[in-house]
């Protein structure tokens, strides 16, 4: 029996297995166009599932407060939804420009072609301080020559595009896409593709696939970067929440996986880099749902933030706090709360470690 189902009174929901992509609906279509990246903890493959689970419910406009990789509010979007997205890191900030706030602005190929010129005494601070840590010199020398030339980009939403292809090149060029480890960046000939292209052609290719993915869905929606506490809660039917959890082993920080990623999408301005470590890791932000001593309090403000709002959380069986608490803590702000169950497997970490992480996903509905 799953835990508290009785004692909470609260109704469980057996899995109905349906994909994105299953239909051919104007929703699934437009997922289609996604540009996928490997992001800890993204929702990509339980989109029809998320789709599914809200289509009855009444809404116009959401909130996605932790959007990672953007791709749930690509979804909402993509179902006509006025979208607001957030996420405390730059980079996932960047994406969701790229992909929920931009409604129709492409980069030209003119626009392409400038940012591969080399700039007379550009700047060099990426080759100068990873030089032998993840990429070719070559890699990094193309990237500080393309951020050499944004710097004279104005449109928001072109500089988006860019920096997006650029955090897509390094994610797929790197293994496993996380930056945890140095590795020899010569070594990778005669592994596969994304391995073996260099980060311009990623580059050139990801320019293409995020141009591919803008659309206007007829609504005004919007990028947020910041903390989910610091998000006015006012004009949201619903509200999404998909929150770092504590997790029962190794630790869910992806300031540690995606420093380099971060980095490159503000060309590290203002961040701290912590010269002594190997990988030249940045200093993590704090966030309460990473901690077993605050994620119960983190978890009860949230709620109690966006009570006005129909809520919506993604939760694992593998996180704390346990199910049956987070319904209990839902339950102070919401009449009706309800529970989807599905069986899900991360597909993130070694081959070993993917074992592990066979879970059952939820999605907790408050009204
Ligand atoms: C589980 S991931 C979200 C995954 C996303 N739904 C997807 O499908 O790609 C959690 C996200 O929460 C962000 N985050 C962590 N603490 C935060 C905070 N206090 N406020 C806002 N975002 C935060 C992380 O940067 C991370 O992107």
Known sequence: MLAGQNELNTRV???????VGDTAGPVEQTLQRFPRMRYMGSKFRLLGWIHEATANLEFGSVLDAFSGSSVVSYLFKAAGKRVTSN??????????QALVANASVE??????????????????????????????????????RVWGQLTAFRSLHKRA???????????????????????DPERYKDARRDLRLSLEEHFLEGVQIFNAAV??????????????????????????????????????????RYHFLEGVSCYWKGLEILQDTRVKKI???FT???YRKTAVDAFTRMFERFEKSALVLSYS??????????????????????????????HFGTHAAAKRNAVTEYLILGQ
Do not use: W
């Not at 007829?218 to 004009?235: C, M, T, Y």
């Not at 608490?325 to 169950?341: A, F």
């Open 283 to 285: 200093r993590k932000p």
């Open 87 to 96: 996420d405390s890191l730059n980079f996932s900030h960047t994406l969701a």
């Open 13 to 19: 929901q057996r899995p109905r297995t349906k994909r």
């Open 288 to 290: 309460p749902f990473a």
């Open 161 to 183: 595009i860019v920096i997006s292809s650029l955090i897509r090149a390094c994610a797929k060029r790197q293994p496993r896409g996380v930056f945890t480890v140095a590795g």
């Open 317 to 346: 069986s593998n996180g704390y706090p346990d199910l049956e608490e987070l319904v209990r803590l839902m339950k102070r702000v919401k009449q009706r709360v309800s529970v989807l169950e599905r069986p899900h497997r991360y």
């Open 215 to 256: 659309f206007d869905n007829g609504q005004e929606n919007r990028a947020l970067r910041g903390d989910v506490f610091d998000i006015d809660p006012v004009g949201h039917d619903l509200v999404y929440l998909d929150p770092p959890y504590v997790p029962r082993s190794d630790d869910n920080c992806y300031v540690k």
């Open 107 to 144: 980069l030209p190929a003119a626009d392409v072609q400038r940012l591969l010129v080399p700039v007379p005494d550009g700047p060099t601070f990426i080759r100068d301080t990873f030089s032998g840590i993840f990429f070719t010199d070559d890699d990094l020398a193309f990237l500080d």
